[in-house]
């Protein structure tokens, strides 16, 4: 009973505090604001024109975007700066912050940084990860492990019994982000002639590149879900084809050259430096690579298309910047590079930059996720990864076959010579599967 006043009492401040704050929202919020703001985020959305190859509708993919009005229609946010370094900018962001929120002083101030604390949302037996980033080991179902949640939350008593009855880790494999694996972002360096970005001016892209469909004609359709690749973090102020420089495939750095009559002599150059020619379809436009050596290839589809009344689709350079692209958020656009690797990929997010991000302007286009590939392993000793794919052998019982180096040159040589005809190409996807991307 004595701890009643005291709790009225906190109580009536804590309802004093809050009707303070919504007064103080109550006043930046007026209806002429709001008017302004919804003719803004009108100026957002470009008008549907033109041709269409295909009409993707779902709830999941956005209108065409105007990216480049996003900081028009948020300059009224306490979140631009014109700083020059990481520490300046968390002051100038601060102070633009007790401005923003009004004429209260420093102590109303202090009270309502404290009240919007997100640690009011924690209740003490949240799962802590033991890591910064997730992982794609199935030990990482483990390292969350929390009894006291696990004593009253469904999640956690369904996920423990899934263990116990998962003898064989057969609920782990089937993961959605089992094969995915989060890099961290670079990290700034104190040099000051460094270029900063302006967080609330500078746009962020996030694309998410997958692996190609295999397709067959008699099939016509293929019923495997979309594999990510690679997820690609982009400025706006960059050009589309350092999209394009940052998209690694396999099919690029391979030769598809038979080396079995000496397999010493392997050739240095890859696909990718024979065919450099690519393009981009986004938002039912082409964008090519113009540059030195490369080939329009887009021009055979344009009046394939015109040619059966689909309508004359627009053709731009990949010399675009990205904020100058209408975009659908969530919408499939295609990379096609080697003549028909079609790879799919979605702007996933949009977004004006932030001071939590990497700064230096050096550091775009960086890898933040990339899909993790099974090692393929030699189909005759079963212990070392491929580093040979061999075909029409008709010593081995399948084709292709795939062999390591010893393998190779111990079942189908002798004396240095081929044991039989047959055909040997280089495997590079062991490789690619664990090289970490460049940034």
């Given amino acids: 009973m004595a701890s009643m006043p005291h709790d009225d009492k906190s ?18 919020l007026k209806p002429d604001f709001c ?6 985020i009108r100026n957002l959305y470009a ?21 480049k009005n996003l900081p028009k229609i948020f300059q009224h946010l306490p979140i631009c700066t014109q700083s020059t370094s990481r520490g300046d900018i968390e002051l100038e962001l601060e102070q633009q ?6 004429n209260i002083d420093d102590e109303e101030y202090d009270k309502l940084v404290e009240f919007c604390d997100p640690k009011h949302l924690e209740t003490g037996h949240e799962l802590k990860m033991s890591m910064s980033l997730p992982t794609s080991k199935s030990s990482a179902m483990n390292s969350c492990y929390n009894p006291q949640a696990s004593s009253c939350l469904h999640f956690c008593k369904n996920l423990m019994f899934r263990k116990e009855i998962d003898k064989k880790n057969c609920y782990s494999r089937k993961l959605k982000y089992r094969t995915v694996c989060l890099i961290p972002p670079p990290e700034d360096a104190d040099e000051p002639d460094n270029e900063l ?7 962020i892209y996030r694309v998410r590149i997958y692996r190609p469909f295999p397709y067959s004609y008699s099939a016509k359709t293929t019923v495997r879900h979309s594999l990510l690749m690679t997820e690609i973090m982009m400025l706006g102020q960059q050009p589309l084809w350092a999209l394009r420089d940052h998209i690694y495939c396999l099919n690029d750095v391979s030769t598809g050259i038979d080396v079995s009559e000496n ?17 981009m379809f986004i938002n039912n436009v082409f ?18 298309a015109a040619a059966r009344n689909m309508g004359t689709f627009p053709s731009h350079s990949m010399d675009v910047k990205l904020e100058d692209i209408k975009i659908r958020l969530g919408h499939p656009d295609v990379y096609v590079h080697l003549g028909d690797c079609e790879h799919p990929f979605t702007f996933s997010e949009v977004r004006l930059g932030h001071s939590r991000d990497p700064l230096r302007r050096q550091s775009y286009p960086f890898v933040s996720q ?23 052998c008709d010593m081995v019982p399948f084709d292709p076959t795939y062999f390591c180096d010893t393998c190779f040159r111990l079942y189908l040589y002798k004396d240095g010579k081929k044991a039989c005809p047959f055909k040997a190409y280089v495997y590079k996807g062991n490789e690619m599967s664990v090289l970490k991307p460049r940034h």
């Fill in 11 to 28: 109580e009536k401040t804590l309802k004093r505090d809050q009707e303070s704050i919504q007064h103080n929202l109550n006043k930046f």
């Fill in 197 to 203: 970005l302006q967080p609330g001016k500078d746009l």
């Fill in 47 to 67: 008008k549907d024109e033109g041709p269409h190859w295909r009409n993707v509708t779902s709830s999941s993919v956005t209108k065409s975007l105007i990216t």
């Fill in 35 to 40: 008017e302004n703001q919804e003719a803004k």
């Fill in 97 to 102: 912050i007790v401005s923003f929120v009004g």
């Fill in 287 to 304: 964008y090519v690579d113009e540059r030195k050596g490369c080939s329009d290839i887009t021009l055979e589809l344009r009046e394939w």
């Fill in 263 to 279: 397999p010493d002599d392997i050739p240095s150059t890859s696909a990718k430096e024979l065919f450099p020619s690519s393009f």
């Fill in 370 to 392: 990339v899909g993790l590939s099974q090692v393929i392993y030699c189909s005759i000793c079963s212990e070392h990864s491929t580093k040979w794919v061999v075909k029409d």
